[in-house]
């Protein structure tokens, strides 16, 4: 038994390895692809792409193992079934499920770590990642001088090209200094440059051939009439310093980003559950005490607010509160303008005579207004709180689900692979796609739900594993059997005696 789980053993550990990196792999262009805008042009150097993509490669890690594990299973069992291994090892005794046990218990090993590096790794990963992402983002895209087009990139100066021999070597060029004095009061005419780097691309230098410059300097102020000077030089070379720090690639403090959901590791995210509540709490608790005062006639002595800090930490009271008032005022679009005016309008219909008709109608319209749009402000505030409770419990709850997504990929794998029979690349490959499409479509899905408040988030980080797995039952059940589900020949078979008893019929 022990080459047997040796065997299987080394037979999966060599296509996962192979199929983990190669979907990291494929996720990875994905990801470069859509940042592809950003990245291009902005002359970074090797260390600081390397540094990006380890980064990504981290971030990506979750999604390519239980697709890695899928790919894996089916391929190893495929081959073991298309060899008649499997049937040799069935007809010596030992059942399906004692073949497919090391393998199980090495899928728990592998989702042990997933969620490890889900909770560890993956955090720092993407606060180094998004970050080094927003660096990136808000570059200079490297120098790039076009004939005929006037560049403005270095401050303070602005340069017209002519034509470009190659990188270094210019003809007809044209500098407007604006960093001597303001406006276009100093320019530079050349016939050709040398342009060439030095101290690490730090400054660069532009060495002139045959020019003039112009130079126009603005007299100082005074009751006396302005007399600008003017100066013309000609010149067989000169050389201009340019310094190209603004350039460089400026690294923004990574503590702020740490407040992002996907920075937080599930002690983080828990307490930010909790802090947004109280939020939350403190935020209804506002709505009732300033929707309150709105009310002459409904509701002024239902509700009687107990002063001090026991009130705000008391969430039965509160909830309590808070529930009597939306049994009373559940929406807004309730209490629209009509229901305020008419309501007005009859509490005050006894003093009609007194204030007079418009001034009723005007107090009432105003006064329904106003508390139609206090409403309006706390309901959107307490919607943003649900929405970001929502995400942090999402990716709280993501940690978890997206790990057992191992064990969920390994029981629709391996059972698939001995129902098939199919080793290789081909048809494993495309099976795999086509599960691993279903996973991330549920994933997708539930995640927009859930931030809209539609599922609950737990159901959002679940609901792929809780359609996955009966699936995976299932074709273990049929592989205990040795159903022959995936075969042609079976389902040719059936509808042949099908159509014959419905002839003898």
Partial sequence: MRKIDSLIIKSFIGPFL???FVVVFILLLQFMLKYFDDILGKDLSIDVLLEFLFYFAVRITPDALPLAILLSSIMTFGNLGEHNELVAIKSSGVSLLRTLFPLFIISVLITFFAFFSNNNFVPKANLK???LLYDIKRKKPSMDLKEGQFYSGIPGYT???QK??????????IIYDHVTYPGNNRVI????SYMYSVLNNRYLIFELFDGYSFTEVPSAKSRVKKINQFYRNEFSSMKIVFDMSSFDLERTKEELFAGDYRMKNINQLSNSIDSLGYNKSMQKYIMLKTSNSFYRYHMKNKFIFPSGVDFIRSELKEESLVHDYY???DTTNYFSDSFFLNNKIKLDINNIDKVGTNKVYTMALNNARNIKTNLSINSAKIKSHDYEINKNKIELFKKYAQAFACISMFLIGAPLGSLIKKGGIGIPVIISIVFYIIYYVLNILGLKWARESIISPELAAWQA???LLPIGLFLLYHTRKDSKIFEFDYYRDYFNKFFKRYKNH
């Avoid at 470009?164 to 060029?173: H, N």
């Avoid at 005419?189 to 050709?192: A, G, I, P």
């Fill in 18 to 20: 192979i199929t983990f």
């Fill in 129 to 131: 990642a998004l970050s």
């Fill in 159 to 161: 340069i017209k090209v």
């Fill in 164 to 173: 470009k021999i190659d990188d270094k070597l210019l003809q007809g060029v």
């Fill in 189 to 192: 005419l050349s016939d050709s």
């Fill in 327 to 329: 049994s009373f005022m």
């Fill in 465 to 467: 594993n809780l359609i």
